[in-house]
């Protein structure tokens, strides 16, 4: 076969793939299936926010400095966000099944070698084979429920799969705060273990593992590497800008470097018999809508409740578990709402759902914005509760817009897209709108510091202090009498709170442009694809 031939087999939208035979027993069964791949992702989502808590134990008991520290969790979004899409090639082209396991079981050892770990450097490695294994693990198990759930059950199956993620995610720092607090930050590492081997048993005995009729037989190699090159560059310019600057020329060279390599990597695709990326994927307009949605979403969410928990811990003085007990809110709304999101997608399609998710997600990130030092637990529950209530229908619809939009032989790599979306957009949303704080902060402090008759600042301790405030720090020099230090307080929580207020107005706007996004889904013309493998 020509590579032209190949090239437009791989583009086009095939028709339905032969159902397969209804499954008998435990294997194969589709609730069962949706189970044993929520432990797995339950890990990957858990690892995300969790070990957040357990990062001043881990400086303190290895001696870490603050950039190594920084490194625990860059290194496996890094990681995960570069290899997603790869990964889900390698789904499609050796099995959703076997790649599933592998991405449990080295997880799993991962998370184990953490524990075990004396030095940061260690840490800091094996964190980045949990990133590695983590994306292995992610979009197969999207092609697993793609393939075994029928297409008028699907959306519900992915409403209780974005659940574990959203609840793992928000739950994180609760469950952190109690094993760092009352047992050890090794305990963090060391709970994986036995929930990967429980997701292991499980998957042996329960997944049923699916091949489409069009599966990859090859590897994009040149693909594989330049998409690679292309995320790095743009997830490292991303993570790093904050310390370089923006106007830096570090920065925009890393930047400059992605486009490029996207570039080049788009002109190969169009060229390789059998493309990582088909490009034909994104003549779908559904599916590229949904991946710009999981973008928009992505920094909205993550770049706002990123500050929140300064907020919290800072402004307030609450404890890491009081935080995310005060998060417990968004966690429960989206717990409830994920499932009824996607029974409404099931029976309307995902458009309303999506346009209506992220319009309550504007409405509670300008709620967010109106936060004082003062406010009370009851008005914060109503925006965090109305955050959750907005994402639930966004995570779901828009993953069913982007997943059942691919052909099923690409179901794989329409998983990575949907993760590598979220990922990109968190960094994104993370820089984006920590620039935003930042330049709020330095362009306020000076001012609030002299309207509040404080003590002159020289130019080096202004940014010293800038850099407190940006995590809602006070920058109280010890010793300082205690008037001084309240007035010094009062200006910090302030001036971090106008930058927080300005961040979040950011965000609220990037979710009314996401409404817009919204109105162009629609449902998976090739859902119907999967068309199930057992009977419900």
Same mark, same amino acid.
């Given at each position: 076969?020509?590579?032209?031939?190949?090239?437009?087999?791989?583009?086009?939208?095939?028709?339905?793939?032969?159902?397969?035979?209804?499954?008998?027993?435990?294997?194969?069964?589709?609730?069962?299936?949706?189970?044993?791949?929520?432990?797995?992702?339950?890990?990957?989502?858990?690892?995300?926010?969790?070990?957040?808590?357990?990062?001043?134990?881990?400086?303190?008991?290895?001696?870490?400095?603050?950039?190594?520290?920084?490194?625990?969790?860059?290194?496996?979004?890094?990681?995960?966000?570069?290899?997603?899409?790869?990964?889900?090639?390698?789904?499609?082209?050796?099995?959703?099944?076997?790649?599933?396991?592998?991405?449990?079981?080295?997880?799993?050892?991962?998370?184990? /070698?953490?524990?075990?770990?004396?030095?940061?450097?260690?840490?800091?490695?094996?964190?980045?084979?949990?990133?590695?294994?983590?994306?292995?693990?992610?979009?197969?198990?999207?092609?697993?429920?793609?393939?075994?759930?029928?297409?008028?059950?699907?959306?519900?199956?992915?409403?209780?799969?974005?659940?574990?993620?959203?609840?793992?995610?928000?739950?994180?720092?609760?469950?952190?705060?109690?094993?760092?607090?009352?047992?050890?930050?090794?305990?963090?590492?060391?709970?994986?273990?036995?929930?990967?081997?429980?997701?292991?048993?499980?998957?042996?005995?329960?997944?049923?593992?699916?091949?489409?009729?069009?599966?990859?037989?090859?590897?994009?190699?040149?693909?594989?590497?330049?998409?690679?090159?292309?995320?790095?560059?743009?997830?490292?310019?991303?993570?790093?800008?904050?310390?370089?600057?923006?106007?830096?020329?570090?920065?925009?060279?890393?930047?400059?470097?992605?486009?490029?390599?996207?570039?080049?990597?788009?002109?190969?695709?169009?060229?390789?018999?059998?493309?990582?990326?088909?490009?034909?994927?994104?003549?779908?307009?559904?599916?590229?809508?949904?991946?710009?949605?999981?973008?928009?979403?992505?920094?909205?969410?993550?770049?706002?409740?990123?500050?929140?928990?300064?907020?919290?811990?800072?402004?307030?003085?609450?404890?890491?578990?009081?935080?995310?007990?005060?998060?417990?809110?968004?966690?429960?709304?989206?717990?409830?709402?994920?499932?009824?999101?996607?029974?409404?997608?099931?029976?309307?399609?995902?458009?309303?759902?999506?346009?209506?998710?992220?319009?309550?997600?504007?409405?509670?990130?300008?709620?967010?914005?109106?936060?004082?030092?003062?406010?009370?637990?009851?008005?914060?529950?109503?925006?965090?509760?109305?955050?959750?209530?907005?994402?639930?229908?966004?995570?779901?619809?828009?993953?069913?817009?982007?997943?059942?939009?691919?052909?099923?032989?690409?179901?794989?790599?329409?998983?990575?897209?949907?993760?590598?979306?979220?990922?990109?957009?968190?960094?994104?949303?993370?820089?984006?709108?920590?620039?935003?704080?930042?330049?709020?902060?330095?362009?306020?402090?000076?001012?609030?510091?002299?309207?509040?008759?404080?003590?002159?600042?020289?130019?080096?301790?202004?940014?010293?202090?800038?850099?407190?405030?940006?995590?809602?720090?006070?920058?109280?020099?010890?010793?300082?009498? /205690?008037?001084?230090?309240?007035?010094?307080?009062?200006?910090?929580?302030?001036?971090?709170?106008?930058?927080?207020?300005?961040?979040?107005?950011?965000?609220?706007?990037?979710?009314?442009?996401?409404?817009?996004?919204?109105?162009?889904?629609?449902?998976?013309?090739?859902?119907?694809?999967?068309?199930?493998?057992?009977?419900?």
């Amino acid at each position: 076969m020509t590579s032209q031939t190949t090239v437009d087999k791989a583009d086009r939208v095939p028709g339905p793939d032969p159902v397969p035979a209804p499954a008998k027993g435990l294997r194969g069964h589709p609730w069962l299936t949706l189970f044993s791949v929520a432990i797995g992702v339950m890990m990957v989502a858990l690892d995300g926010t969790i070990v957040a808590i357990a990062n001043p134990a881990i400086q303190k008991d290895l001696g870490a400095s603050f950039a190594d520290v920084q490194w625990i969790t860059n290194g496996y979004f890094l990681a995960l966000a570069v290899t997603l899409i790869t990964a889900g090639k390698l789904g499609d082209r050796f099995g959703h099944r076997q790649t599933f396991l592998i991405g449990v079981v080295g997880f799993a050892a991962a998370s184990g /070698a953490i524990g075990l770990s004396d030095s940061i450097a260690f840490v800091v490695t094996f964190r980045v084979f949990q990133g590695l294994f983590g994306a292995l693990l992610m979009p197969a198990a999207l092609g697993l429920l793609r393939a075994t759930f029928p297409a008028e059950k699907l959306n519900m199956a992915i409403g209780i799969w974005g659940m574990v993620i959203g609840a793992s995610t928000a739950g994180g720092p609760i469950l952190g705060g109690v094993l760092v607090e009352h047992v050890s930050w090794q305990s963090v590492f060391f709970i994986n273990v036995p929930v990967g081997v429980l997701a292991l048993i499980l998957g042996l005995v329960i997944l049923l593992d699916h091949r489409a009729e069009n599966a990859p037989r090859s590897f994009d190699i040149p693909g594989i590497v330049l998409l690679s090159g292309a995320m790095f560059c743009l997830v490292w310019a991303l993570i790093k800008a904050p310390e370089w600057g923006w106007g830096d020329g570090l920065t925009w060279t890393f930047l400059a470097a992605a486009v490029l390599c996207f570039a080049v990597f788009a002109f190969w695709e169009t060229r390789v018999a059998e493309p990582l990326i088909p490009l034909g994927l994104f003549r779908s307009m559904p599916l590229s809508a949904g991946v710009v949605l999981m973008v928009l979403m992505a920094i909205a969410f993550m770049g706002g409740l990123f500050f929140v928990t300064f907020y919290l811990q800072n402004v307030h003085g609450m404890s890491p578990i009081d935080s995310g007990l005060h998060l417990l809110p968004l966690t429960g709304m989206m717990i409830v709402a994920s499932p009824l999101a996607g029974a409404m997608i099931t029976k309307v399609g995902p458009r309303i759902p999506l346009a209506g998710g992220m319009a309550c997600t504007a409405i509670a990130m300008y709620g967010m914005s109106t936060l004082e030092a003062g406010t009370g637990s009851g008005i914060m529950s109503v925006w965090f509760g109305l955050l959750g209530l907005g994402l639930a229908p966004v995570m779901v619809g828009a993953t069913e817009v982007i997943v059942g939009n691919a052909p099923m032989e690409l179901s794989g790599v329409a998983g990575g897209l949907q993760q590598a979306a979220m990922q990109i957009g968190g960094s994104l949303g993370t820089a984006v709108l920590g620039a935003v704080m930042a330049s709020k902060v330095d362009n306020d402090l000076a001012g609030n510091w002299t309207d509040a008759k404080l003590p002159p600042l020289t130019p080096t301790q202004l940014d010293q202090a800038s850099e407190a405030v940006q995590v809602g720090a006070a920058p109280v020099p010890p010793g300082t009498p /205690a008037a001084i230090a309240e007035k010094i307080t009062g200006v910090a929580h302030d001036t971090f709170i106008s930058g927080m207020s300005l961040a979040c107005l950011v965000a609220s706007g990037v979710a009314v442009v996401a409404i817009l996004v919204a109105t162009l889904t629609k449902r998976g013309d090739n859902a119907d694809a999967a068309a199930g493998a057992a009977h419900i």
